[in-house]
Nanobody, 124 residues
């Protein structure tokens, strides 16, 4: 499946952004899909995932970010509220068919397809 992420930008601390990830090539309603991010000089890290049956979040974004999907539009979203400077990163969406097991849900190896990334910058 091909993934196209968008919605990044520059926002002040405390602001909000909504990222979108449009999938094409396959219907992703039964896919596990996730968001990862990579800050300058750091490794890519898990942010959130959605799979048939539920959602999962990294502790540092829990309560501030919400992952959702619109299967009719084959689109994944990440609503980000109460943004902090440490949320600054390139955000990537990812997907794999089926319901991933928990042990791979939080790892890059647990996903087959990746979008190109969208930059989020939070100013202090």
């Amino acid at each position: 499946v091909q993934l196209q992420a968008s919605g990044g930008g520059l926002v002040q601390t405390g602001g909000s952004l909504r990222l979108s990830c449009v999938a094409s090539g396959r219907t992703t309603s039964r896919y596990t899909m996730g968001w990862f991010r990579q800050a300058p000089g750091k490794e890519r890290e898990f942010v959130a995932a959605i799979r048939p049956g539920g959602t999962h979040y990294a502790e540092r974004v829990k309560g501030r970010f919400t992952i959702s999907r619109d299967d009719g539009k084959n689109t994944l979203y990440l609503q980000m509220n109460s943004l902090k400077p440490e949320d600054t990163a390139v955000y990537y969406c990812a997907a794999r068919p089926g319901r991933s097991i928990l042990s791979v849900l939080f790892t890059e190896d647990g996903y087959d397809d990746w979008g190109q990334g969208t930059q989020v910058t939070v100013s202090s």
